[in-house]
């Protein structure tokens, strides 16, 4: 069984950066990443609804093993498709 993703603060700003770059201009700040996803993990299993799914979902997954997340909305846009999904 694989086991829960608990970096230390510096390991998760490495991870936090890494989102950022891959983002680019969208998203938010480091700072703000860095204390969200520090709050996901520090509360993990939880149940959350997001809104979007981006770079940060991969990294989000990770932090809360054993919690779900949910997107926002029951359709999402994947590259230039639309996929529909139901809940």
């Not at 989102?19 to 969208?26: A, D, F, N, R, Y």
């Amino acid at each position: 069984m694989a086991e829960a993703y608990r970096p230390n603060d510096a390991e998760l700003l490495l991870e936090v950066q890494k989102v950022k770059e891959l983002s680019g201009w969208s998203g938010m700040m480091p700072e703000e990443y860095f204390y969200w996803m520090k709050y996901v993990r520090d509360h993990a299993p939880q149940r959350l609804l997001i809104w979007g799914l981006g770079f940060d979902s991969i990294l989000i997954d990770k932090l809360n093993w054993g919690g779900g997340l949910r997107p926002s909305s029951n359709s999402m846009q994947i590259g230039s498709k639309r996929q529909r999904t139901e809940y």
